[in-house]
């Protein structure tokens, strides 16, 4: 009998809850990219809509108890707008910083969604970015950007000041294809979600080649296409494996230790919904969201979670706060699911 | 190389393909005409990174939640697939078998049954009918999951029967009737969750989930069915068995290839009172259909390597399908290595020109041929391509123009650079009445980079590349 890869391996994560919904506008998610857990107790999540419209684009501000705060980051490119937004992260100060790959600019804004300050040209030179997603920021407030149509990681200082850059187009180590996500781990090592090769790069903090975790595969410790990655004080690796829809934990050594396809429940705001929409909620009680899975294709998890809800569906990023929680948003389920270290 | 043989590698590559460029052309005659045909019916791809590419830069083309997300996602595909014949089979079933969004309100269930044309598409027919019936896109299209023992929903039998298999005049009515009785049962999973938020156009909570397959045992009329003379207690599979039997069968899946692939026939309601355009090639593919026990690789094969689709008296006897049309030029303009948001610009100026994938006007399907050109269609086409092809910063724009200036820098005569663009869009053949044109225009502008451009522009909106 065909099962799905389950959750299987050490016990390092549980699951504690999901948040979101999909709106269009206003309170929640449309194919969110990334959240920020700021220091303010807040989650910033970067929407960038259905159809890249007007309608979407922005982003959400809650709690993880599903208070909402507002959005800000509408469509647009004026100052404080957005095209595509990508990526975001916090810096010392309760700056949010959001990437745009189609208008190649990172856009500062404060706690309350004021615009600060934007920065960013197209192109190929140093300090030029064609496509940037991943942005994670130093212990000194410098700042990595995953140029990702550049093949290369570039640092800035929070001005945009270019410092240096580093990596080309290739599969050898420290090159990279379409870098995505990247943070700063807490021993200062860069890690960047190197996704065209299947893999996770680690550097150090002045872009020494360190390491490289996981090849090509759906096995136990490979990728497919990873979007994300975190690391906690141990050095454990937390990867968003976007292609195999799922996500996995490896030791400081990058030896497997679990993986997870899932298992998200409804969020105070999806219950809301259902309450108010009584027939919608009586029909959704009586069906069976997890139907034999004998009936899907081992080997297309996309296609998996697309009839499965409670499965990732295109884990787009994965954040970890202080307090061991893991957060997983995911694009195309419109929702963040919620982990805790269990050690 | 002869030049002839380029010229049919081209006619194969418009048909088999979405065209292919002059380098490509000459790559595929080298291998020879009947290796090419093998090489596009046995494409052997697997992992196929564009569709990674387009799950990450165009996120509803992943999630899928309307049909323009599965639509682009597709085109997508037919722009950078190395598979094209492979995409063409799976355009032609999507246009005989016709399924969109009015009913299917779910991307990603459109998308899977797409993905089933592209598996099944060049197997047995028999397995892809089979199929069909299964697919839930299809299922809700046609009402199935309201077919139930007892109280029967003939829709899905009917259409069966008369635009997927045997064509009117072949069947009865109570044929009809039994075909339904025996894919009573036949539904999908969740029926009344999904249906529900189907009818409220419902994405919440968390997106839409995609459909499944189920066959309802205590749903399904066991009792004896008399069926095209038949009799037994039929289920959908022995249905499907029977009808894949029958020469009308064979005859009505020749004629739909024949159309797409060889020259454009009238449309579908014209057929049972319209001879075949040419009835002995009608003969030869029904033969290759019952020879190959229904495989349609085969029949595919004997079409390709047929005489009758190799004589130049059918060369652009077809008019391009907006599809076809603008995914050839795409493939050559070399636009799109990465996804952008262009993509949704592209699928609206296909729509605009008469074609919105996964949103038919109608089970029927787009009438094809002449009927693709209005004036209103005509003016989009030609925008379109004179559009693509008049920048020349477009990498396959680029490369079309390096091929064309000479190697030394000299300026081209104005016959030579007729002829070139000519060959470099395609090895195209035109008339000469057409010819005159581009060379009294060539004559007027010279020879610059930016005028091959120019060129191109005007080559694109000539009869001879409107048509395949």
Known sequence: MTTLASDTGKNVLEYITTLGILAMEGRGFEYPTDTVIAKNGRLYVTNRSRDMGERGVRVTVLDIDSEYYGTFGHYGQGEG?????????????????????????????????????????????????????????????????????????????????????????????????????ITVAPSGDLYVADWGNNRIQQFSADSEFVATYGVSGRGDGEFLRPSGVAVDERGYLYVSDWGNERIQILDT??????????????????????????????????????????????????????????????????????????????????????????? | MDQQDIKLMAHLMRRAGFGATRDELGAYAAKGYEATVERLLNPGESWWIGDAMVRRFDHEASGMINHPGSARNWIYRMITSTAPLQEKMTLFWHGMFATGVPKVINGMVLSEQISMF?????????????????????????????????????????????????????????DIKECARAFTGWTIGNTEYMMVRSQRDSDWPYGRISYHFEYLPDDHDHGEKTFLGEHGNFNGGDVIDILCRQESTARFIARHLYHFFVADEPAVPAWPYTPARDADAIDTLVEAYFDSNYDIKSVLRVLFNSDFFKSEEIWYEKVKSPSEFVVGVLRLTGEFDKPGREMITRFRQMNWMGQEINNPPSVEGWHQGIEWIDTGRMIERINFASEQFGDTTKPGVKAIADKINDSGGKIISPGQMVDRCLDQMGAISVSDETRDVLLKFAVEIGHSTDNIGQMLRLVAATEEYQRA
């Not at chain 1, 600019?105 to 940037?132: K, M």
């Not at chain 1, 995953?146 to 990681?153: E, G, I, L, P």
């Not at chain 1, 027939?279 to 069976?288: D, L, Q, T």
């Open chain 1, 253 to 343: 050594d990058g030896a497997f230790l679990q993986k997870l396809r899932g298992q998200a429940t409804l969020s105070k705001w999806a219950t809301n919904f259902l309450e108010i929409n009584v027939e919608e909620g009586e029909a959704r009680s009586k069906a069976n969201l997890e139907p034999n899975t004998d009936i899907f294709d081992p080997e297309d998890p996309h296609a998996q979670s697309a009839h499965i809800e409670k499965l990732f569906w295109a884990p787009m990023s994965i954040k970890l706060d202080d307090s061991g929680k893991v957060y997983v948003t995911e694009g195309n389920r419109h929702r963040i699911q919620v982990y805790q270290r269990t050690s």
């Open chain 1, 81 to 181: 707008q957005l095209i595509s937004p990508m990526c975001a992260a916090e810096d010392s100060q309760g700056g949010i910083y959001v990437t745009d790959d189609y208008t190649h600019q990172i856009t500062e804004f404060d706690y309350e969604g004021n615009f600060v300050s934007s920065w960013g040209v197209r192109g190929s030179g140093n300090g030029e970015l064609n496509g940037p997603s991943g942005i994670a920021f130093d212990y000194e407030d410098n700042v990595y950007i995953a140029d990702t149509h550049n093949n290369r990681v570039q640092k800035f200082t929070a001005g945009g000041e270019f410092i240096f850059s580093f990596g080309s187009k290739g599969a050898d180590e420290g090159q990279l294809d379409l870098p995505w996500g």
């Open chain 2, 118 to 174: 592209r598996r099944l598409g060049m197997g047995s027919f028999n397995t892809l009918l089979l199929e069909l019936a299964k697919n839930p896109a299809m299922i809700v299209w046609l009402d199935n999951q309201d077919n139930h023992n007892g109280a029967i929903n003939e829709n899905w039998g009917r259409e069966l029967l008369e635009l997927f298999s045997m064509g009117v005049g072949s069947y009865s009515e109570d």
